[in-house]
């Protein structure tokens, strides 16, 4: 990492899960347009993947934001944790079909990959053709919280588990310039409920599979949220956004004070 001496005209980004917190993904989005700097292709796993694509799509940073915190999409997260149970994603399919009607990878405007985690084989699959929707829905399928999705017989659930930074599809396809974007920094609740037990096992996972693609990209932003962010504080979305943009500024700053 930190490899970069100058501020490219093109990049490309690794875009990691982390719910809400991803919303930090938005904010570094906006910053790079504002610097005219072209972004060749994303790659993302869980809300990365759901961000990605939308932006991939030619959604600008404002209207993904716009989407992300009206009342329909926080309408789907709503959860009594104390009843059990498990969210359908019929809903955010439906946000799928209005954003991206043609449902194929190809009629993207920017080159996008996604990662998910096969529950038969136990390992992580990157998707770049096939099922759109599907494919973006099983990478942000939270254990626990969402159903698994199944595309061509398997069943398939949050692309985080295994790869929550999937950077090699991009180094495979010679894109160059990556950023990589961790929204997974941050401090635990101090809470011992459920819903917050269950959360810190899952970031203890994915931090263990992020560290070694984090050192592969070109450039990191990683703001360490001092405060406490959940998974699903869907509603704390535009105090993220602004951490998101005021941390891709102090890269670009820093990248041209060398």
């Given at each position: 990492m930190n490899k970069?001496?100058?501020?490219p005209k093109k990049v490309?980004?690794?875009?990691?899960?982390?719910?809400a917190r991803g919303a930090m993904h938005i904010g570094v989005l906006k910053v790079l347009e504002e610097n005219n700097i072209k972004?060749?292709?994303?790659?993302?796993?869980?809300?990365g993947a759901i961000i990605g694509v939308l932006y991939c799509q030619g959604i600008s940073p404002d209207k993904i934001l716009d989407i992300m915190t009206n009342n329909s999409f926080l309408g789907l997260f709503?959860?009594?944790?104390?009843?059990?149970?498990?969210?359908?994603?019929?809903?955010?399919?439906?946000?799928?079909?209005?954003?991206?009607?043609?449902?194929?990878?190809?009629?993207l405007k920017i080159p996008f990959f996604c990662c998910a985690t096969n529950l038969d084989s136990g390992e992580y699959n990157i998707f770049n053709s096939g099922d759109l929707h599907n494919s973006v829905l099983a990478s942000a399928s939270i254990p626990i919280v969402f159903k698994?999705?199944?595309?061509?017989?398997?069943l398939y659930i949050d692309g985080g588990l295994f790869n929550n930074l999937?950077?090699?599809?991009?180094?495979?396809?010679?894109?160059?310039?990556?950023?990589?974007?961790?929204?997974?920094?941050?401090?635990?609740?101090?809470?011992?409920?459920?819903?917050d037990i269950a959360e810190k096992v899952f970031?203890?996972?994915?931090?263990?599979?992020?560290?070694p693609n984090l050192e592969k990209c070109d450039y990191v932003i990683e703001p360490f949220l001092e405060k406490h962010y959940?998974?699903?504080d869907f509603k704390k979305m535009n105090d993220l956004h602004k951490i998101g943009y005021k941390a891709a500024n102090e890269l670009i700053e820093q990248i041209q004070s060398n």
């Amino acid at each position: 990492m930190n490899k970069l001496n100058k501020l490219p005209k093109k990049v490309s980004l690794v875009l990691s899960g982390g719910g809400a917190r991803g919303a930090m993904h938005i904010g570094v989005l906006k910053v790079l347009e504002e610097n005219n700097i072209k972004i060749e292709a994303i790659s993302g796993t869980s809300m990365g993947a759901i961000i990605g694509v939308l932006y991939c799509q030619g959604i600008s940073p404002d209207k993904i934001l716009d989407i992300m915190t009206n009342n329909s999409f926080l309408g789907l997260f709503k959860y009594n944790w104390e009843k059990g149970g498990i969210l359908s994603m019929k809903k955010i399919k439906s946000i799928f079909k209005k954003h991206l009607p043609h449902n194929d990878f190809n009629q993207l405007k920017i080159p996008f990959f996604c990662c998910a985690t096969n529950l038969d084989s136990g390992e992580y699959n990157i998707f770049n053709s096939g099922d759109l929707h599907n494919s973006v829905l099983a990478s942000a399928s939270i254990p626990i919280v969402f159903k698994p999705i199944e595309i061509n017989g398997k069943l398939y659930i949050d692309g985080g588990l295994f790869n929550n930074l999937p950077i090699q599809p991009l180094i495979d396809n010679g894109f160059q310039n990556i950023i990589g974007v961790h929204a997974d920094n941050y401090k635990h609740s101090n809470k011992n409920d459920t819903r917050d037990i269950a959360e810190k096992v899952f970031a203890n996972i994915l931090k263990r599979n992020v560290k070694p693609n984090l050192e592969k990209c070109d450039y990191v932003i990683e703001p360490f949220l001092e405060k406490h962010y959940g998974t699903l504080d869907f509603k704390k979305m535009n105090d993220l956004h602004k951490i998101g943009y005021k941390a891709a500024n102090e890269l670009i700053e820093q990248i041209q004070s060398n």
